[in-house]
């Protein structure tokens, strides 16, 4: 088993923070469907991909202007834990405040949307590796994160790029 890169100290402890939410969640029925969803999937696999689906609801929490898109991995995850409706809108108040919706677009997109959907998940790749130091899967699932969040704006959006360091905007080939 490979070691977990060392977060920078400004990142850890909001991380920590977050995590202290997290362990008030029950997530063992999730890790249960995914099990009876795939019995020949690796324990390992299942413990990997819920941490990484932990990860990416850090990114949310921390980025709620933006539309940020999962691995297929991450998003099954998702699917899993929004399949019990009552328990998902009840952990999203707990860490969130607020509902984080899941936006699916499975065969809809326009080859606009669709280049748009695949720059946020370049956008969510660079965020994962800015925040905990790894990437993590490659192929981006057909969906997206929204907050109903309305106060937010571009200039929002904006301001977070502005933040990103220069090797991040690289990565991302982010034009500010």
Known sequence: MTARPQLNQDVSLEFQRF??????????PIASQLIQA???????????????YLEFLYLVDRHPHLQLVPT??????WHHHILDTR??????????????????Y???????????????????????????GRTIGSIPADCE????????????VQATVNRLPDEVLNLMNYST
């Open 145 to 156: 994160s929204w907050v109903d969040n309305t106060s937010q704006n571009r200039s929002a």
């Open 87 to 104: 328990k998902y809108a009840g952990d999203c108040q707990l860490l969130f405040g607020k509902f984080i919706h899941h936006a699916t």
């Open 38 to 52: 795939q019995p020949q999937r690796a324990p390992q696999s299942i413990v990997r991909a819920i941490a990484d």
């Open 106 to 132: 499975v065969g809809t997109y326009s080859e606009e949307e669709r280049l748009a959907q695949l720059q946020a998940f370049t956008l969510t790749q660079a965020l994962y590796r800015h925040y905990f």
């Open 72 to 77: 297929v991995e991450v998003d099954e995850v």
């Open 19 to 28: 995590l202290q939410k997290v362990r008030l969640l029950d997530l063992r």
